[in-house]
């Protein structure tokens, strides 16, 4: 048999006859050479959860002499991360990341929902106090006015040569103004997007 182990950063790659196994580096509790000729890798949760890997069956990495060097390998890949074995505080490491990803994911829904108002929007305020600008708001149906979930669209019609100027808060046509400020907002007659 050949046997690979391959460090692929957050796991371990290993590589028995074509079939492939990930271990992430995180769910290895131990790793202990067993009898004189095999390594256990101990990721938790009772004798069914141990990988063995018999040292005359590994083929990478290559060039060691026993099973002892075979482990003292696999360990040197768990830490060429900066992780070894798991522990405690790797665990809250690794929580403390999946809140923060959760952050950035919940950031990226507010931007997605702010992107389109999926059908469910109308033009919901025109405000025509000024007599040469109109603002028209749109938000979805039932919105307050003093949240910013308004897309916000100001036409101002020049005394010169009556032009008519077609310009959006921020410039763009996000859902993330507030109406009750369509005043103070700053306007831009080119969407970026």
Do not use: H
């Not at 308004?150 to 019609?157: A, D, L, P, Y």
């Amino acid at each position: 048999m050949a046997i690979e182990i391959l460090n692929d950063g957050a796991s371990l790659r290993i590589v028995n006859k074509g079939s492939v196994i990930l271990v992430n580096k995180l769910q290895i509790k131990s790793i202990e050479t067993i009898r004189t000729d095999t390594v256990r890798l101990d990721i938790g949760d009772g004798a069914l959860k141990n990988i063995y890997i018999k040292f005359a069956d590994v083929t990478t990495p290559a060039g060691l002499t026993d099973a002892g060097q075979l482990r003292d390998a696999i360990n040197a890949m768990l830490k060429a991360n900066g992780e070894g074995l798991a522990t405690a505080e790797l665990q809250q490491i690794g929580n403390a990341s999946l809140v923060s990803i959760l952050g950035v994911l919940g950031e990226i829904k507010n931007i997605l929902s702010n992107l389109k108002c999926c059908g469910n929007c109308q033009e919901t305020r025109i405000d025509e106090s000024d007599p040469l600008s109109i603002y028209y708001g749109v938000a979805a149906a039932g919105s307050a006015t003093n949240q910013a979930v308004w897309s916000i669209r100001r036409e101002t019609k020049t005394k010169e040569n009556d032009i008519v100027i077609v310009e959006w808060a921020d410039g763009n046509e996000l859902f993330d103004n507030i109406w009750d400020e369509r005043r103070n907002l700053a306007y831009a007659s080119t969407v970026v997007r």
